[in-house]
């Protein structure tokens, strides 16, 4: 490292001058550097410019920070880096077409965003009553093995963002257990694409409920060892416990669902308030902690993949043979999907038909696959609640084979307005800490 | 054969039949015109129903009761506003019930005190708010872009629309972050991508966008983009250039 004064310019943190004061390019190793050089200014406010591409910002996120000496006073968020576009391009496919896009919102939680997206339509079509059980059994199954994926990646990420590494490992093990089961299930570990308006695109394939019990069981051994690595561990409690505050009247304000809203002690549940796909039959707590902090919100997302963990074994208890797609063949897709040796497709047994025997399952299957349905015109909003609040899906049809318009309400989007709140007056290094109980991605709040 | 300028349309003939595909009532705003039977917007149309022209309209205006708790909360409102001295049919342009859901199309510069109201009154109480979602409705002249709030109610479990409609001429539409701080964002977003001015926000600037950015995408009159992609030999165009149905 150099010795010379940052004054000299052979330092190791490039400066520039311009109209706002010197501006630094902190790299590893010279923050030393910097805290001098500020220390002799006679200014000790400086404006730290963290991400967007910074390993402890759960993707593409930039946090604008103005600090004095250790103390954040100012915090701000940069989003858009991840935008995509996806709202603007569901007005350009089908309905059906555009569960291929939702699902890579937030990435950590596919299956909620299709589930969100096939409710708003499957309610803008009046067909709610119509959905087999069995497709939402199983639409309920993946989602919660989804909030156990989410919930695990959150706190492996959240953890490792501490220092806490092995805990990072444990996370992305037992993640690796569900992202199998997606593969087999749907043939991909996200972007699946599986959650259809209508139902779902295929049925479980053979074997599936077996290696779902199968993790079940595992995971019954393997998510104790979280809370003996962490739970009581008293440098994880110091660093999280009365870190990333915010109280029930911040959350109300600033619209924060989920995990947040619920470490300020309201039990407030979607699957619980305004249940859907069934789940006011399911047996399941919903646990909350009155700390308002990044603790609890671990503790939170602790418990609620035991509840998940116990939905599952109810879904899978329930399962009955039957239908996983509308009867209505005017919104159902000619076909089930079959997975072959290179990925999923149509099954052969329904190109047989179409191509040998029966010419207006052909023009029936071309119509609906080219063309698409029409959906009524109207405007609906569905909401689910997947593991970082409520996300809301607000469709506007025009009575053609396209939406007109669909809006995301990500819960993370939504949520990460809280992190000025959470952050300012506390340490620079709580920041890191309070911005991964949000528990942020990027996918979700860009689109 | 008959085109897209209607040349052919039998006169004698009720286009209003109910035997229609997808017809719905009279009164709600007309979202657009359909042209023939099967949606195709590129190509001639051999069918032979290429005359026929139907508007298609959004669900229309609701008359009492409407029904369940809806009615509870109408009056309520409508009662609260009283109490400050509005009129409560001229904040409320109008009311609709479409698939269980309660919409109130408010007028614009009501639109702060009727959530205040819906906020702060004991029998509404609707705390959280979701945000606000832009749409442009092309063709609704006068009315073109519209901002939607959903706003839920924890302590009743309820969950409501608001509607408020802006022209494109005067986009401007009141800001809610006074009464509802989360909007703050959501109403940078849809600044950025409907360019629906909200006046009063305290930093309207854009959110996904760069900053320099032109133009407003999320508009309908905001082409997608895309060029033709090559697959096989055969030239595949960009996707809003695709013939399409509608």
Known sequence: ?447 | MSDANGNGVNPEKDLGASNLPGQRGEGGEEIRVQRGMFGANNGGDTTGYGGLVRSVRLPGPATRPYGGWFDEVADELEGALEEQGLVPDNAIEKTIVDRDELTFHIEREYLVRVAQTLRDDPALRFELCTGVSGVHYLSDKGRELHAVYHLRSITHNRLIRLEVSAPDADPHVPSLVSVYPTNDWHERETYDFFGLIFDGHPALTRIMMPDDWQGHPQRKDYPLGGIPIEYKGAQIPAPDQRRSYS
């Not at chain 1, 959470?422 to 800490?433: K, L, R, S, T, Y």
């Open chain 1, 1 to 447: 490292m150099s010795t010379q004064t940052p004054s000299s310019g052979a330092s190791a943190a490039a400066a520039r001058e311009t109209t706002e004061g010197t501006v630094y390019t902190v790299t590893g190793g010279d923050w030393d550097e910097i805290a001098q050089s500020a220390a002799k200014s006679d200014d000790e406010r400086i404006i730290v410019n963290m991400g967007p591409q910074h390993p402890s910002t759960h993707g593409v996120l930039r946090l604008i920070l103005e600090i004095d000496g250790e103390t954040v006073t100012e915090a701000r968020c940069g989003i858009g880096y991840l935008h995509t576009g996806i709202e603007k391009n569901l007005e350009f496919r089908t309905w059906t077409q555009g569960t291929t896009f939702v699902t890579r919102m937030d990435y950590l939680t596919p299956f909620f965003n299709e589930t969100a997206y096939c409710l708003a339509v499957e309610k803008l079509l009046g067909i709610e009553d119509q959905i087999p059980d069995r497709a939402s059994i199983i639409r309920v199954l993946l989602m919660e093995l989804n909030r156990l994926s989410s919930h695990l990646v959150c706190i492996a990420t959240g953890g490792m963002e501490l220092g806490a590494t092995t805990i990072m490992i444990y996370g992305f093990r037992d993640r690796e257990l569900i992202l199998d089961i997606y593969e087999l299930i749907t043939g991909l570990r996200m972007n699946h694409a599986y959650i259809r308006p209508g139902g779902l695109a295929q049925d479980l394939p053979p074997g599936a409920v077996d290696q779902i019990r199968e993790f079940v069981k595992k995971m019954r051994k393997n998510l104790p060892e979280y809370d003996k690595l962490a739970t009581g561990n008293p440098i994880f409690k110091a660093r999280m416990q009365d870190v990333g505050y915010l109280d029930l009247a911040g959350c109300m304000a600033l619209g924060a669902t989920g995990p947040v809203l619920r470490s300020a002690g309201l039990p407030h549940d979607l699957r619980k308030a305004q249940p859907y796909c069934g789940y006011e039959t399911y047996d399941f707590e919903i646990p909350t902690a009155d700390t308002c902090d990044s603790y609890g919100r671990f503790l939170i997302r602790l418990e609620e993949m035991r509840q998940s963990l116990h939905i599952v074994e109810q879904c899978l208890d329930r399962l009955q043979p039957g239908p996983v797609m509308v009867a209505d063949k005017k919104i159902a897709w000619p076909a089930q999907l079959a997975l072959g040796p290179d990925g999923l497709g149509n099954s052969l047994d329904h190109i047989k038909k179409i191509m040998g025997t029966s010419m207006e399952a052909l023009i029936h299957h071309f119509k609906l696959v080219t063309e698409g349905f029409r959906v009524p015109p109207g405007q609906t909003y569905a909401a689910v609640e997947s593991p970082k609040g409520e996300l809301g899906v607000h469709a506007v049809s025009d009575g053609g084979t396209r939406p007109y318009r669909v809006h995301f309400r990500d819960p993370s989007f939504t949520n990460l307005q809280a992190m000025a709140a959470m952050c300012e007056g506390g340490q620079v290094a709580d920041v890191i800490v309070a911005v991964a109980s949000i528990d942020p991605v990027m996918g979700g709040v860009d689109r």
